[in-house]
């Protein structure tokens, strides 16, 4: 199955500070790929859709000065998180898409939690 | 997409069958059904989708029925490793954004 690798697992920074994530799609090429937050007992809650070569589309409420994402190839996207405040502390998850088919079939990544001090 | 609507939380004994309903009466004739679960602290992991017809595969069977506002995901012998928060989500075929409602929490007990 196509696997979706993310990096780091775990972050822990100083408020302030900016942090990078990067999502990987490993054996196959992603068209499209998808960030979400979701904090304790939450659900998934989308933040931006990125296409390869092109600008994300962010979701409402989610600033794109802050959470900047670059889709700079079909198997590599990056979600920056600029001067991180406390508030920020989340899990990340990224997902991936082919759009080869007509349905829908997202593989996610395993996450990243963040912790800001 | 259109609007699902879960039980909070189900349980099911180790070794039966799981069985979580799923209602979607707004769906369109468009639109799939998809069932996604997501272990603690984990990446979501995609199960099965359908659109009308009942679908199986190694992991698990989506019934749904004839009017397609409802369906149920089977898991046919649930083990300690399908406590999860099983998630029924319905999406066009044009569209790639997934909408995550709060889910299904499956305890299977021992």
């Known amino acids: 199955g196509a696997v979706v690798s993310q990096h780091p697992s775990r972050v822990i920074c100083k408020s302030g500070t900016s942090v990078k994530i990067e999502c990987r799609s490993l054996?196959?090429?992603?068209?499209?790929m998808f960030w979400y937050r979701q904090f304790p007992k939450q659900s998934l809650m989308l933040m931006a859709t990125?296409?390869?070569?092109?600008?994300?589309?962010?979701e409402q409420g989610v600033e794109k000065d802050k959470f900047l994402i670059n889709h700079a190839s079909l198997t590599l996207s990056t979600l920056t998180v600029t001067s991180a405040h406390p508030e920020d502390s989340s899990f990340y998850i990224c997902?991936?898409?082919?759009?080869?088919?007509?349905?829908?079939?997202?593989?996610f990544g395993p996450g990243t939690r963040l912790t800001v001090l | 997409d259109a609007k699902t609507t879960q039980p909070t939380s189900m349980d099911c004994a180790e070794g039966r069958a799981a069985n979580l309903p799923c209602n979607h009466s707004?769906?369109?004739?468009?639109?799939?059904v998809y069932w996604y679960r997501q272990i603690h602290s984990q990446g979501p992991q995609y199960i099965i989708h359908?659109?009308?017809n009942n679908e199986t595969n190694e992991m698990a069977s989506l019934i749904i029925t004839e009017d397609r506002k409802s369906s149920t995901l089977i898991l046919p012998h649930a083990t300690l490793r399908d406590t999860a928060v099983y998630y029924c989500?319905?999406?066009?075929?044009?569209?790639?954004?997934?909408?995550f409602g709060k889910g299904t929490k499956l305890s299977v007990i021992p």
């Open positions: 990125s296409n390869e070569g092109s600008k994300a589309t962010y």
């Open positions: 054996d196959f090429q992603a068209t499209t």
């Open positions: 359908g659109l009308k």
């Open positions: 997902s991936a898409d082919t759009s080869e088919r007509s349905y829908n079939e997202q593989f």
């Open positions: 707004t769906i369109s004739g468009n639109e799939y």
């Open positions: 989500i319905v999406s066009g075929a044009g569209s790639y954004q997934l909408t």
